[in-house]
Nanobody, 122 residues
């Protein structure tokens, strides 16, 4: 059964850092573009960062550019999101997702992680 399993997240103070991990099982990520999405209460799920299958290309939404870093380790079948300088408005449920395409939007993703809560609060 192909699946993405997320870990990390939690609660942090403004200005703090967190790292999210997403590991695949049942399939290899080598041929998949990966992305991180987030969904805040009452808002739609938004794509905040993407990385191409070999890691050569990355994209960030303006809201996280310069603060978040997406990376992947295909040998470990995993993708990561390092989040720094966190703000209260980063509070959301974060999801990883796998697509046969690179950064093509919500409807192109085949597999989704279970979601993990990130709360930024003093």
């Amino acid at each position: 059964q192909p699946q993405l399993v997320q870990s990390g997240g939690g609660m942090v103070q403004p200005g703090g850092s967190l790292r999210l991990s997403c590991e695949a099982s049942g399939f290899t990520l080598d041929w998949y573009g990966m992305a991180w999405f987030r969904q805040a209460p009452g808002k739609e799920r938004e794509e905040i960062s993407c990385i191409s299958s070999r890691g050569g290309n990355t994209h960030y939404d303006d809201s996280v550019a310069g603060r978040f870093t997406i990376s992947r380790d295909n040998a470990k079948n995993a993708v990561y999101l390092q989040m720094s300088s966190l703000k209260p408005e980063d509070t959301a449920i974060y999801f990883c997702a796998a697509s046969r395409f690179y950064c093509r939007g919500f409807n192109t993703y085949d597999y989704w992680g279970q979601g993990t809560q990130v709360t930024v609060s003093s």
